[in-house]
């Protein structure tokens, strides 16, 4: 093992930490929430160490609004909350998306409505993830099933949020945020890491919402001498609010095609003995875990069962999931949720398999025992 490595028993909050800094986080701001408070907390004390700042707001209302201005001024930014602080979030992460602000928002998800359960699990903001704030505009979210991925995930997350210019939301269940494992944390290899494309004309030529072949507009940050204007209104490619019918569809098509052409690059997952299965699970988070369990032990009894552990939730991976809904008869769906990805894998499956859930909202966690089960009544 190489000096710079190192072999650390971590928490998911620990280790999602320890990947925003060497994605290069720089700028924090939040306001403490069960289960996500360690998350600022080891941050208020490693940022400093690294030249960045973290500020403790008054609430999560102006922690987003501090997120977006420091990555305005070029900071990579972060903040990390859980359901009701992540509700207060949709206004300013609207304010995101139209204005294309990079940035991670972090939500280690419990039990709710409203206040609901503050230590137990759920996974019952996925759609609110994607849609919790108004208005037709792309989202990217990232679901970690293991310590290690949390990790990784959190660095993907920052260089999709810098590459495609959109926030990107890591979404977490209470379970994988406070479980360890042992992870290696390779210090002295290289990873990749994107940063914003800079403007490379004169400031006088700058166009800050251009209309590239890719969708995505250089981004220079404030204080480089290019002058632009920032609004959270519908606006033109020089950031100007407009009205004009032309210039709202051609910006909003945009939005969406700089996510739309580049689905293959944000879709992440993983199959687990899918290629002869005939009852294939479909699971993210720590659900995921005791999929996998489930289906070793169908094997183990002669059930051709396999999981598709879904890393990414938004772009929905339609194309991996059409693949195990036509290779198998049925398919399963357990979270903890009354069914929201279910709904999502039913849209798609267009009579191809059957689909069965398993949903449960207790604040309890979905066993190996309980998905078992369910596979050997359908099979």
């Not at 609901?116 to 903001?125: F, N």
């Not at 970690?144 to 939301?169: G, M």
């Not at 294939?280 to 720590?286: E, K, Q």
């Not at 059957?354 to 066993?367: E, L, R, S």
Request: with cysteine; aromatic share 8%.
């Amino acid at each position: 093992m190489k000096r710079k490595d190192q072999e650390k028993l971590l928490q998911g909050n620990e280790a999602i930490v320890e990947g925003a800094l060497r994605a290069g986080c720089r700028f924090f701001a939040g306001y403490p929430i069960t289960p996500a408070t360690e998350i600022s907390e080891i941050l208020s004390t490693r940022l400093p160490k690294v030249d960045g700042t973290f500020i403790q707001m008054e609430d999560e209302i102006a922690s987003m609004g501090a997120v977006i201005g420091a990555s305005l001024a070029g900071a990579k930014s972060m903040t990390a909350t859980s359901g009701p602080g992540f509700s207060l979030m949709q206004e300013n992460l609207g304010f995101a998306c139209i204005a294309e602000v990079p940035c991670v928002v972090v939500n280690v998800m419990r039990g709710g409505p409203s206040t609901g359960l503050p230590t137990s699990p759920s996974q019952s903001d996925v759609m609110q993830a994607r849609w919790g704030t108004h208005g037709d505009h792309p989202m990217i979210v990232l679901c970690p099933s293991t310590i290690r991925e949390c990790y990784d995930l959190t660095i993907r997350a920052f260089n999709l949020s810098e590459k495609y210019r959109n926030p990107v939301i890591l979404l977490v269940d209470e379970v994988i945020a406070h479980m360890r494992e042992k992870i290696t944390l390779d210090g002295s290899r290289p990873i990749d890491i994107f940063n914003r494309v800079k403007p490379t004309v004169p400031p006088e030529w700058y166009i800050p919402y251009e209309d590239t072949p890719t969708g995505i507009p250089a981004m220079a940050d404030f204080g480089e001498g290019y002058r632009y204007h920032v609004t959270g209104l519908t606006h033109d490619i020089r950031g100007f609010p407009t009205s004009k019918p032309e210039e709202i569809d051609l910006f909003i098509r945009r939005l969406f095609r700089k996510i739309s052409q580049n689905f293959a690059d944000m879709q992440i997952g993983e199959f687990y003995q899918t290629e002869d299965a005939e009852i294939t699970v479909i699971a993210y988070g720590c659900v995921a875990r005791s999929a996998k369990r489930a289906v070793i032990d169908a094997r183990e009894r002669g059930i051709r069962a396999g999981l598709l552990k879904l890393n990414t939730l938004w772009p929905f991976m339609r194309t991996q999931v059409e693949k195990v809904l036509h290779t198998s008869d049925c398919v399963i769906v357990p979270e903890m949720n009354m069914g929201q990805v279910s709904r999502e894998v039913k849209r798609v499956n267009k009579g191809a398999a059957k689909v069965f859930t398993i949903n449960k909202v207790d604040g309890t966690i979905i066993t190996p025992q309980e998905i078992m089960g369910k596979i050997r009544e359908v099979c």
